[in-house]
Each structure stands twice: as structure tokens, then as C-alpha cells.
């Protein structure tokens, strides 16, 4: 039977002193360092949201120390609140699962949406990665033609739900200008929405589409396949000149401060997002990353290659853009709820 191995001073100082440096190695280790981020997208596979998803998620993680893979996964459902219900309340909270959702989902509690369960405020928000108008496009082969006709005809635009500009914009025009829109919900994405009105099954679409429209379907703006009868924004559109602003026809100060509210989400177009609970050292390598990734001129150049645009916001800015949303007037942001409700 052998006896207890006895080390040598010197041997047992080498042992200790490995075993302190395997220690400190580990705790140096990056917390990304061998992990994967889930990035979450509230649209379909085959929209725009997806195209900018993936083009960030190849990207991003060359500028988190230790380079973690990125692996995007699409969460449609209810306009985007699906996902950002998700990831607000189910979702890790440890920076492994981070999101990149419709514009006008920050604003859904604001606007009284039944179904959102989250709390904008408390989410951290990493960066938005465009600016927006929001155009209402008609098929050319529809009776929807200028603005003048939304008022007097049908126009059947489609949605992908209750919580998207789709949705949301021709409540408000309904509700504040008597149009006549009706909405066709239950399409996955952008993407099935541009298939349905090139088999004019429905005459168009409203909100943000101008950047997928040049990037899936070019053909469209070269060969005048679609008319915009009004623009949601504050500016007319280069692209469609002669198509009026919402705020153009606004008649008095009270409409104009509720369109005001309604396209604050335009100058927050494809918003990237971390649920609450990320500590704030991570949230700050995330935001780090988005920042520099908007920089990379790898990533501008397959911005570029897709005919994408980018017009980038730091999460910082969209942060206190959504506290000033929220801070609106209480007679305006309680006329936008109860526009939102039908009532």
C-alpha cells in the first residue's frame, strides 16, 4: 500500500501558482467569449426586417470581446407585440438573447394596444438602425390613386397585425380625416404583403416601405408599379414629390400633435433591444458594438450590396426619445388611446 505523496516545496509553489493562473484566466474570460446570442426578430424570414436582422448578426459580434456567434430567429405574431412580449418577459436576461422588433411597438402601451405586456421604459434599447417615412403605396392597377380617392373609395391595404405602422396608420386616418381604409390582417410580413397586392388580392399597404420596396422589389419604382397618395411623416418624401403629408392636411393645432406623436417611431425604424434585466455592463458591450458596427465598412458595404438604407440612432437617443413620447401631454396621449380603441 503506498503512502501519502509528499510535493517539494518548489513543486507545490509551481502546482498553486498554475492553479492561480488558470483561475484568473477564467475569470478574465470574456463572458461572450464561446456563447451564442439569439437575435430575435418580430416579422417573418423573408422581409426587411430579416434582411437588416442578418446583415447586423453577421457583423455585431466581430465587435464584442469574445466574439460570440449570432443566430437570428423570427417571432411573428400580433405586429411585433408576440416577440417583444417574449423577449421582455420570458426571454434570458443575461445579454444572450437580445431583439429587433417593429417601430411602432415601443409606442403600443402608449396608444392602449390590449396584448402589450411590457413597459418600453424598463427595456434597454441598444440602437435603432434607420429613419423612416411611413407612405400609403396602392397597386397602379387600383382605384387608389391620390389622396382625394382615399377619401371617397375603399382602399384595402394590408397588416401583419394590431401593433404595426400597417395597422396603425390607417386607424388614425380613419378616426382623424374620415378615409376609408380597410385593413386585411393575418400576412407573416412585408414580404407576403408585397406578393398579395401583385396578385391584386388587396390595392396596397401603409407605413415604412420604401427601403424594402428598392431592395426586394426595384423593378417596382423604375417601372411605376405602385402610387402614393399621402405620406405619414413630417416631410414629403424625395421619391414621391407630389404626394402630401399627413401634418399637410391636418387642420387644426390638436390633429397635428397626434400625427406628431403617431410618427415618433419613424425616427426610430428597426429598433434593437435587451430586456430589462441585462446588467448594465453588458448592455453597455452591446451598445458598444451596435455603435461600432454602424462604422464597420464591412458591414456598409453589405448595406450597400442589399440596397439598404442606413440612417442610425443610439440606443441612448431612442431611450430618451420614448421617455419624451411618454411624457406628452395627457389630453393628447388620452385622445391617441382612445383613438386606438375605436372609440
Known sequence: MKGPVRIGGRLFGAVLAAMLASGAQAQDAPFYKDKTVRFIISAGVAGGYSQYARLLAAHMGNHIPGKPEFIVQSMPGAGGLLATNYLYTQAPQDGTTIGLIHS??????????????????????????????????????SPIKTWADMLDKEFIVGSSGVGSQMELYPVVMNKLFGTKVKIIGGYKDGASIFHAMEREEIHGRCGPQLTSIGSLRPHWLSEKKIRVPVVVSERRTPMFPDAPTLLELAKDE??????????????LDRPVLAPPGVPAERVKLLRDAFNATMADPAFLADIKKQRLTLDWVRGEDVTRTLAAAYAMPPDVVSAAKSMMAGK
Do not use: E, N, Y
Not at 429613419?131 to 397602379?140: A, F, K, L
Not at 390638436?254 to 425616427?267: A, E, F, K, M, Y
Open 104 to 141: 411602432t411597438v415601443p409606442l403600443a402601451p402608449l396608444f392602449g394596444m390590449s396584448g402589450a405586456r411590457f413597459d418600453p421604459l424598463k427595456i434597454h434599447w441598444i440602437g435603432s438602425m434607420d429613419r423612416s417615412d411611413g407612405p400609403c403605396t396602392s397597386w397602379h392597377t
Open 254 to 267: 390638436p390633429t397635428r400633435q397626434q400625427i406628431r406623436l403617431l410618427i415618433v417611431s419613424q425616427d
